[in-house]
Nanobody, 119 residues
Framework: QVQVVESGGGLVQTGGSLRLSCVAS????????VKWYRQAPGKQRELVAL???????DYRDSVKGRFAVSRDNAKNLVFLQMISLQPEDTAVYYC?????????????WGQGTQVTVSS
């Protein structure tokens, strides 16, 4: 059973920084990608950034140049470094692990971590 846990959220002022962490346990099979999503109140969940098994990354336009995703494979950790935070970045941030086992693809989600940016 894969378990995903996020941490590192908090309250920061506009222009501040945070680093989110995502740790996946119980993973002994092929991970395709780890993705960071966020969901603001009253809005749909949106993909923020991802890192593929090969190490390539993608970002939504609004966070390019401000957010960076990285990983520590030895510890099954993925990080989302966020700088120059803006009030519109306020949301619950979720980590998603997409992996293959038993001949199909699965998704495991964390419980989310709150990021609040005050103006």
């Amino acid at each position: 059973q894969v378990q995903v846990v996020e941490s590192g959220g908090g309250l920061v002022q506009t222009g501040g920084s945070l680093r989110l962490s995502c740790v996946a346990s119980g993973v002994s099979f092929s991970i395709n990608a780890v993705k960071w999503y966020r969901q603001a109140p009253g809005k749909q969940r949106e993909l923020v950034a991802l890192i593929r098994s090969g190490g390539s990354t993608d970002y939504r336009d609004s966070v390019k140049g401000r957010f960076a995703v990285s990983r520590d494979n030895a510890k099954n950790l993925v990080f989302l470094q966020m700088i120059s935070l803006q009030p519109e970045d306020t949301a619950v941030y979720y980590c998603n692990v997409n992996y293959n086992t038993l001949g199909r693809t699965w998704d495991a989600w964390g419980q989310g971590t709150q990021v609040t940016v005050s103006s």
